[in-house]
Structure formats: structure tokens, C-alpha cells
């Protein structure tokens, strides 16, 4: 009975002994709870002040980052073709095949005026009074001034014998523009002997000369020698211009 007595509080003293133990423990555990909040509330701090640290060495990688994708100016010219002057829009490349070139319209030529000599004497004659004049033939033209027949297409010519300085009216079509040439030369050499026969003996009759002149309108050739000759070239013109 007393052995199982002392076991008892033997067992009773084991049992506060472990519970002063578990007393004096629990302090420094709840001291070491509290350290050990103290430590990671400390430490947060320092997270946070890495972050910030941190931050601006991420930002600008962030920020340059930003201006190679922001920036039009270099995609621009990223993207705009080369420079080439020879290349043309297609719709604007000139076509290889040349247009036919429309020949320009010629202007119509004006219609040649027959004219009938033989109606411009009369009218001279009739106009001026001449009463005594003789009619010269085709025929007579080349012993008289050297004009062939064949060069002329249609003649009237008169001459007068009435006065010092007589009339001598010669009008010849001829029959193209090579033969007018020829009737021209021919004409101009008769009023050249004329001028130097009236300087020599008669002055008046040389300065009339010296106002008349071989004529000259396409085919139509005609010399006036007469004292009148502007009255009969102003006739004449009225036919032929």
C-alpha cells in the first residue's frame, strides 16, 4: 500500500514538474511568434523598397521599348518604296503602240479665176477712149518681144500709134508658172529698151516710163507702156487680183 502511494506521487510529481516545464516554455514560444512576426513585417518593407528600387530599372526598358513600336516616323520610311523615276504607275505607263498620227487637213486651195483677156482690152479701150488701137495676136508676140506661142495659154494685147509715147499693152496668160517666168523675162527686157530710148531723146516720156512695170499674177504676165498706165493697170488689177 505505500509502495503504490509513493508511485502516486511520484506520478503527481512528474506530472507538475512537466507542467512548470510546459509554463515556462510557452512564453518563449509565444516570444519567438512575436519575433518572428516582427522579422517578416520588417521585411516586407524591404520588398516593397526593392520594388520601388526595381521599378525604374524596369520602366525605361519599358519606355524604350515604347518608342521602337511607337514610332511612325521609322515604320514610314520602313514602308515607303524605294524611289525608282523610271517606274511608272501601270495605268500610267505610256502604251508602246503609237497612235496613228491623223494627217492635218489641208487647206483648200483657193480655186483659180479664169479671167478673159480679151474682155479686160475691150473694157481698157472702152473705159480710157481709145479709138485707135490695134490688136496684137498670139502669133505676133514672138517677133515682137520674143514670146513663144507655145508658152502662152490666151493673149489680147493692143498697141496705138497716137502721140509721142505711144500705148503698148501686152496681157498674156501662160500656160504655167515656169512659161510666166519665161514671158516675164522677156517682157522686162522690152521695157529696159524703152527706158534707155526715151532717156536719150525725150525726158517726159522717159519719166513716164519709169512708172511702168512688168506685172506679175500667178500665170497672168502684162506689161503697160502708156501715159494712162495707171488708169489701165487699176483695170487690169480688177480682173486678176
Request: charged share 25%; aromatic share 4%; hydrophobic share 35%.
Amino acid at each position: 500500500m505505500m509502495k503504490k502511494l509513493t508511485a502516486w506521487l511520484l506520478l503527481a510529481a512528474l506530472l507538475l514538474t512537466l507542467t512548470a516545464c510546459a509554463s515556462t516554455k510557452a512564453p518563449a514560444d509565444t516570444q519567438t511568434n512575436e519575433d518572428t512576426s516582427q522579422e517578416t513585417n520588417v521585411t516586407t518593407p524591404e520588398t516593397d523598397e526593392t520594388d520601388e528600387t526595381e521599378t525604374p530599372d524596369v520602366q525605361p526598358e519599358d519606355e524604350d521599348e515604347s518608342d521602337e513600336t511607337a514610332d511612325p516616323a521609322d515604320e514610314t520610311e520602313d514602308a515607303q518604296p524605294e524611289d525608282n523615276p523610271d517606274a511608272l504607275p501601270e495605268e500610267n505607263t505610256p502604251s508602246d503602240e503609237t497612235p496613228e498620227t491623223q494627217p492635218d487637213p489641208q487647206p483648200e486651195q483657193p480655186t483659180a479665176v479664169s479671167v478673159d483677156l480679151a474682155a479686160v482690152r475691150t473694157d481698157i479701150q472702152t473705159q480710157l477712149g481709145i479709138t485707135d488701137a490695134l490688136p496684137l495676136e498670139t502669133d505676133a508676140l514672138l517677133n515682137l518681144y520674143g514670146i513663144d506661142s507655145s508658152w502662152v495659154a490666151q493673149s489680147a494685147s493692143f498697141v496705138t500709134m497716137a502721140g509721142t509715147f505711144p500705148d503698148e499693152v501686152i496681157l498674156v496668160e501662160a500656160v504655167d508658172e515656169t512659161a510666166a517666168a519665161s514671158i516675164q523675162e522677156k517682157l522686162q527686157n522690152r521695157l529696159n529698151e524703152v527706158l534707155v530710148q526715151s532717156e536719150s531723146y525725150d525726158p517726159d516720156n522717159y519719166k513716164a516710163a519709169q512708172s511702168c512695170s512688168v506685172r506679175v499674177n500667178g500665170c497672168y504676165v502684162a506689161l503697160i507702156l502708156s501715159p494712162k498706165q495707171a488708169d489701165m493697170a487699176a483695170i487690169y488689177e480688177g480682173y486678176v487680183s
